[in-house]
């Protein structure tokens, strides 16, 4: 029985009723009531969620807890509690969309390439990269037999990543990773703050330990350079191994948390925010020139943002005002995703602070092709 056709007193845990199913837009909600957080997550471990946009809700008096297709997670903020766990089968059962051991839905990586690249490109994650795909509900496909197998069957969140996870375990070949061509949406963030003056960034579908990996919850209102101003900066996602290892500890750490700190505040909603990292921290090296070009083809930030994000770009180097403006013109096969107008509006607002020494130069990055 499917949990759309779970019903009150089929066979639920003590402590757990169920209340309704909801649906909002393409997501179907079905909630419940416990006593406990215990109970919840209790129940939630069994409830297994086997498709995309369905997600299972038990409301209790500590707080609201849910599974989707890939974590259990605390609704008030997002944040995942622990890897949902996936049975799996002895024996395979092979389709087109779902992993043929445990029949979870295999969220494909969206590659986002010109059309006329489709047919030609593939990609190639390193076995770091490979552990987003368990964060992500994706996974891997056999070339040999086409059989698909999640990221979690695979493997790859026990081994890391490593050419044993990613070994058809039906022909013994070799896999890729399971990919569908087309636009990445960039995540919306929302406009203000909530009752509790807080906003949640959502993840970004190219996050990575540095930026957007993970929804985050923020205060509305934060003075950037008091916050720069501490000796030693807090890691963005404490609780996330992945970002805790990934950074580290020492010089090192705060110079990546610097970067990684510069990210978020550049995505964040409010514009007194922005202009306050842009003040405090502008971007000086790559890990945050991509937050930059995010933030000037920004659809939703204020024209005086844009204006400053401007300035601080021509305040950077030759090569690193190049890079940010092949992210902005989607020069190679993966595309930023950003609407042509908003473009438009920020080769516009660099214009105009573009220094009269640097014009000629900017004009000719504009026209080049993308193999100069």
């Known amino acids: 029985m499917s949990l759309s056709e779970r019903g009150e007193g089929d066979g639920l845990p003590a402590g757990v009723r169920f209340k309704q199913t909801e649906r909002t837009g393409q997501a179907t909600y079905h909630v419940y009531g416990g006593l406990s957080r215990r109970a919840a997550l209790e129940f939630l471990r069994g409830a297994h969620v086997k498709n995309e946009l369905v997600y299972t809700i038990v409301e209790t008096p500590e707080g609201n807890f849910g599974r989707d297709l890939i974590y259990l997670f605390d609704e008030a903020n997002g944040e995942p509690i622990e890897l949902a766990e996936r049975p799996r089968s002895q024996s395979p059962s092979p389709s087109g969309t779902r992993c043929a051991w445990c029949d979870f839905f295999v969220v494909p990586y969206r590659l ?34 086409s059989i698909l197998q999640c990221a979690v069957c695979s493997g790859i969140d026990q081994t890391g ?79 996330d191994a992945r970002h805790t290892e990934y950074i580290g500890s020492g010089e090192r750490a705060q110079a990546l948390l610097r970067a990684s700190w510069t990210n978020v505040f550049l995505h964040h909603p409010n514009p007194e925010v922005a202009l306050g990292c842009l003040h405090s921290a502008p971007p000086d090296g790559m890990p945050a020139l991509a937050s930059l070009a995010d933030l000037l083809a920004s659809p939703t930030a204020e024209p005086r943002v844009k ?65 100069d």
């Open 112 to 145: 986002p390439i010109n059309d006329e690249m489709a047919s030609s490109v593939s990609v190639h994650f390193t076995y770091d990269k490979l552990a987003l795909l368990v964060k992500t509900g994706g996974g891997l496909r056999c070339g040999a037999c």
């Open 161 to 239: 990543g490593t050419a044993v996870a990613t070994t058809c375990q039906v022909c013994g070949e070799g896999m890729a990773v399971h990919t569908a061509v087309g636009p990445v949406e960039h995540a919306v963030t929302p406009g203000g703050p909530d009752a509790e003056q807080t906003v949640t960034l959502p993840a970004s579908p190219m996050g990575d330990e540095l930026w957007g990996m993970a929804p985050l919850r923020l205060p509305w209102n934060i003075d950037v350079a008091r916050f720069f101003g501490q000796r030693t900066l807090p890691y963005v996602w404490p609780e």
């Open 307 to 371: 204006e400053e994000a401007s300035r601080a770009l021509w305040r950077l180097s030759d090569g690193l005002v190049g890079h940010t403006l092949n992210v902005l013109l989607s020069r190679g096969l993966i595309t930023s995703g950003y609407d042509t107008h908003s473009v438009h509006q920020a080769l516009g607002h660099l214009r105009t602070a573009c220094p009269p020494s640097r014009c000629a130069w900017f004009e000719e990055q504009l026209v080049r092709s993308e193999d």
